[in-house]
């Protein structure tokens, strides 16, 4: 296997400057100050290096070889054993995490810039780190100390690795109707019982130990547990913990990622935070895994990008047939399509920065207020940016394909594996509609709508120094927002009427966001090369916004009369 280029983190540098709330992160603390802008770009371009000498090679032969079970256990595509461990011993799995526990102390934003070039390079290789860093915040946040001291230093540093077990096949999202159960042992042990499915990276070789964290019914209700898969015994040595894997998922995409289904046959666990609060403590894990989910979409929509930019700009038909023919990318269509999926792509970065700053911001402010308020903000934006995100990257792979004609149909090319590698994003961490509910009932409803005002009141305030081609359309899409909001809310008594219109609104949502990263785009930045691109995607997204809101709008508004032709079908 041959190393690729490096992909250009120039975009993203640019973009990580600009980012909304930057400044005022960079001033909190000693370690987000090391954060500086020649620090990011040393990061972001060691990692570009790295991910094209170890990542990119594996990504098409993974695909093509994908996970077996041998001997019982889940045998991965060859490469990735090594490429894991160089990753271990380059500090990867360390980025964010507390130094406290032998982590770099470095922000959320600067992990999840390097999360995207790994997705970029290997999606299903990048599903490992995810895993490891969510469990190591769930077992932060709620883990006893004696959990603490033996797992959080071997998780943060790559020397272990986890999964998360929640789903079972008649309990995906219902998650009130789980069957594993967690009967109590001596002291903290319990003995889990019970089949888990769609468990990415439930096995594999690549680490001596995986902690499988797992939601079970215990006899106060739903609790957390940590059942590794091996565990000491009477003398001390590590035996196997009684997990069977039953099979390998054959899937679509993501074929390098094993996703295992898993039983539990009186395997020990150990209680994670308190008993019955288990769905409650969750949500630590399952926030970064939204992000992630979404970094995942943006990194492949990227590279499809990058693919279908340089095919466009060499491969030549059509012109004159006196002349020599002329490359693609001078047809009014192609130029269409590579302006519209750039607009995607970076809108939907300079959005996820955002969030992954006030993510950073929602931890370190010193005053409760700023904290709150930008806590609030993410709330509201993480289900959007999950579900455009993992769009994205579908949307984005298919665009190319046009882009490339037949060669991008074939596997020659790598934009197909791309497509199906893509589709997961918007139904894994909790489907688009799921997403939608979540952010009309908890975000719009419960929550009286606090993220949305935060939201409003800063893209509004972004607003006002910026000239009325790039303000009036994203204003407008502004207004859409609330007025849909306002209409929502008046709902709430009859949920079915405004539940038909919550992908809608969520849609709507996400135009709002994206526009008001546009608008930035088009009023910051210099007169390099790479801002000029940002300022005509930021342009180009807002030609035509005013009208895919006014849609977005109708749709969200519509209600459920239309519904009750489903009785005919």
């Given at each position: 296997?041959?190393?690729?280029?490096?992909?250009?983190?120039?975009?993203i540098?640019?973009?990580?400057?600009?980012?909304?709330?930057?400044?005022?992160?960079?001033?909190?603390?000693?370690?987000?100050?090391?954060?500086?802008?020649?620090?990011?770009?040393?990061?972001?371009?060691?990692?570009?290096?790295?991910?094209?000498?170890?990542?990119?090679?594996?990504?098409?032969?993974?695909?093509?070889?994908?996970?077996?079970?041998?001997?019982?256990?889940?045998q991965?595509?060859?490469?990735?054993?090594?490429?894991?461990?160089a990753?271990?011993?380059a500090?990867w799995?360390?980025?964010?995490?507390?130094?406290?526990?032998?982590?770099?102390?470095?922000?959320?934003?600067?992990?999840?810039?390097v999360?995207?070039?790994?997705?970029?390079?290997?999606?299903?290789?990048?599903?490992l780190?995810?895993?490891?860093?969510?469990?190591?915040?769930?077992?932060?946040?709620?883990?006893?100390?004696?959990?603490?001291?033996?797992?959080?230093?071997?998780?943060?540093?790559?020397?272990?690795?986890?999964?998360?077990?929640?789903?079972?096949?008649?309990?995906?999202?219902?998650?009130?109707?789980?069957?594993?159960t967690?009967?109590?042992?001596?002291?903290?042990?319990?003995?889990?019982?019970?089949?888990?499915?769609?468990?990415?990276?439930?096995?594999?070789?690549?680490?001596?130990?995986?902690?499988?964290?797992l939601?079970?019914?215990?006899?106060?209700?739903?609790?957390?547990?940590?059942?590794?898969?091996?565990?000491?015994?009477?003398?001390?040595?590590?035996?196997?913990?009684?997990?069977?894997?039953?099979?390998?998922?054959?899937?679509?995409?993501?074929?390098?990622?094993?996703?295992?289904?898993?039983?539990?046959?009186?395997?020990?666990?150990?209680?994670?935070?308190?008993?019955?609060?288990?769905?409650?403590?969750?949500?630590?894990?399952?926030?970064?895994?939204?992000?992630?989910?979404?970094?995942?979409?943006?990194?492949?929509?990227?590279?499809?990008?990058?693919?279908?930019?340089?095919?466009?700009?060499?491969?030549r038909?059509?012109?004159?047939?006196?002349?020599?023919?002329?490359?693609?990318?001078?047809?009014?269509?192609?130029?269409?399509?590579?302006?519209?999926?750039?607009?995607?792509?970076?809108?939907?970065?300079?959005?996820g920065?955002?969030?992954?700053?006030?993510?950073?911001?929602?931890?370190?402010?010193?005053?409760?207020?700023?904290?709150?308020?930008?806590?609030?903000?993410?709330?509201?934006?993480?289900?959007?940016?999950?579900?455009?995100?993992?769009?994205?990257?579908?949307?984005?792979?298919?665009?190319?394909?046009?882009?490339?004609?037949?060669?991008?149909?074939?596997r020659?090319?790598?934009?197909?594996?791309?497509?199906?590698?893509?589709?997961?994003?918007?139904?894994?961490?909790?489907?688009?509609?799921?997403?939608?509910?979540d952010?009309?009932?908890?975000?719009?409803w419960r929550?009286?709508?606090?993220?949305?005002?935060?939201?409003?009141?800063?893209?509004r305030a972004?607003?006002?120094?910026?000239?009325?081609?790039?303000?009036?359309?994203?204003?407008?899409?502004?207004?859409?927002?609330?007025?849909?909001?306002?209409?929502?809310?008046?709902?709430?008594?009859?949920?079915?009427?405004?539940?038909?219109?919550a992908?809608?609104?969520?849609?709507?949502?996400g135009?709002?966001?994206?526009?008001?990263?546009?608008?930035?785009?088009?009023?910051?930045?210099?007169?390099?090369?790479?801002?000029r691109?940002?300022?005509?995607?930021?342009?180009?997204?807002?030609?035509?916004?005013?009208?895919r809101?006014?849609?977005?709008?109708?749709?969200?508004?519509?209600?459920?009369?239309?519904?009750?032709?489903?009785?005919?079908?």
């Open positions: 296997m041959t190393a690729a280029a490096p992909i250009d983190v120039s975009p540098l640019a973009q990580v400057e600009a980012a909304p709330g930057i400044g005022r992160l960079r001033a909190l603390s000693t370690a987000h100050a090391q954060a500086d802008a020649a620090t990011v770009e040393a990061v972001l371009r060691e990692a570009a290096r790295f991910c094209a000498d170890h990542l990119a090679p594996l990504n098409a032969e993974g695909d093509r070889l994908g996970c077996t079970i041998q001997g019982g256990r889940v991965v595509p060859p490469g990735y054993g090594e490429a894991w461990r990753y271990v011993d500090g799995p360390t980025l964010d995490h507390p130094e406290a526990i032998g982590g770099q102390a470095l922000p959320l934003f600067l992990a999840a810039s999360q995207q070039l790994v997705d970029s390079s290997c999606a299903a290789f990048g599903m780190p995810v895993l490891q860093r969510s469990a190591a915040r769930l077992i932060a946040a709620h883990g006893s100390e004696a959990l603490k001291t033996e797992w959080l230093p071997a998780l943060v540093s790559g020397e272990w690795a986890a999964s998360i077990c929640i789903s079972e096949a008649d309990a995906g999202s219902d998650v009130s109707r789980l069957r594993t967690a009967t109590p042992l001596d002291g903290d042990v319990w003995s889990i019982t019970g089949e888990k499915m769609w468990i990415s990276f439930g096995d594999h070789r690549l680490t001596p130990r995986i902690g499988h964290c939601l079970a019914r215990s006899p106060r209700g739903l609790s957390l547990f940590l059942t590794p898969d091996t565990v000491p015994d009477a003398d001390g040595a590590m035996r196997p913990n009684n997990i069977v894997v039953r099979r390998v998922e054959e899937k679509m995409g993501l074929h390098g990622s094993p996703t295992c289904a898993l039983g539990f046959e009186g395997a020990r666990g150990w209680l994670i935070g308190d008993e019955g609060r288990g769905l409650q403590q969750l949500f630590v894990m399952i926030t970064n895994m939204r992000l992630s989910a979404g970094v995942q979409g943006l990194g492949l929509a990227a590279a499809a990008l990058d693919v279908a930019r340089a095919y466009a700009a060499e491969r038909q059509g012109g004159p047939p006196s002349a020599p023919a002329v490359p693609i990318q001078d047809h009014a269509d192609v130029q269409r399509m590579l302006l519209g999926m750039t607009a995607r792509v970076e809108t939907l970065r300079g959005l920065l955002a969030i992954a700053v006030q993510a950073d911001l929602a931890a370190d402010e010193p005053d409760a207020a700023a904290r709150a308020e930008a806590s609030a903000l993410v709330q509201w934006l993480l289900p959007i940016f999950k579900t455009i995100g993992g769009e994205a990257g579908f949307d984005v792979a298919s665009q190319a394909i046009q882009v490339l004609g037949g060669a991008g149909y074939t020659e090319w790598p934009v197909e594996q791309m497509l199906r590698d893509a589709r997961i994003a918007t139904i894994y961490e909790g489907t688009t509609g799921m997403q939608s509910i952010l009309l009932h908890r975000r719009l929550s009286e709508g606090e993220g949305l005002a935060v939201f409003l009141r800063m893209a972004d607003m006002t120094a910026a000239a009325d081609d790039v303000r009036l359309p994203a204003a407008a899409c502004l207004d859409r927002l609330e007025a849909a909001a306002r209409d929502l809310t008046a709902r709430q008594a009859s949920p079915r009427e405004a539940e038909a219109g992908t809608a609104f969520l849609h709507l949502a135009l709002a966001a994206t526009g008001w990263i546009a608008a930035r785009l088009t009023t910051l930045g210099d007169e390099s090369a790479t801002w691109r940002l300022a005509a995607a930021g342009r180009y997204w807002l030609s035509d916004l005013p009208d809101a006014a849609l977005a709008h109708a749709d969200a508004v519509r209600g459920a009369g239309a519904l009750e032709l489903f009785e005919q079908l």
